[in-house]
């Protein structure tokens, strides 16, 4: 049996099976992109909710995981030279993951490299624009009377939309025919910003030619469907 002891996470959030992954997570855009990877990939897994508005992701104890008191974050018993490791930032943890099975990532160096591209892309490019788009249009930023932030964010967010766009032109997946890690990560972004964000006639979504179609593949993909859903909330 692995022993955890030394992350103190597990001292709040206690392994009931330590030779799993532990996930530490929420289904936020963020959260979900590791759970939907470990539902693709089949690692067994164990995770934990962290309820991030309850301040649960800034206790010493996941402080102690990531420093930075974000979602998501793992421990793998089962780490490079069979030795336990901690990771946060959700792109970081889907190269692991990806390399760790060797799935959903090109064996190809160029390739590789390539899809690390979409991923980073998404991840600084495309999330913090999304959540901006949030903030203003959903949350606080809706009693902003001065509505140019709001518009810099939604004229952003169409522009890296359009982006995508290009790139999936005569692609199923970001990179092609085969479905990556660039898509897993990206898939709970869009969905998000349509939906739980209320920005899908604010972003024009409908007039895009190929992300509409891509998210509806993504979304019909069985373990991108449980993963949106994990971990479940109480």
Known sequence: MADLSAFPITKRWPAKHPDRIQLYSLNTPNGVKVSIMLEETGLPYEAHLIDIMDNQSHTPEFLSLNPNGKIPAIIDPDGPGGKPIGLAESGAILIYLADKTGKFVPA?????????????FQNAGMGPIFGQVGFFNKFAGRAIEDKRPLQRYVDESKRVLGVLDRRLQG??????????????????????????????????????KN??????????????QRGLEIPARA
């Open 171 to 208: 692609r199923d997946w970001i990179m092609g025919a085969d479905y990556s890690i660039a898509d897993i990560s990206t898939l709970g972004w869009i969905r998000n910003l349509i939906t739980f964000y209320d920005a899908r006639d604010l972003i024009a979504f409908d007039t895009l």
């Open 108 to 120: 190809d160096p160029a390739a590789r490299y390539e899809t690390i591209q979409w991923v980073i």
């Open 211 to 224: 992300v509409p179609d891509w998210l509806e593949r993504g979304l019909a993909r069985p373990a991108v």
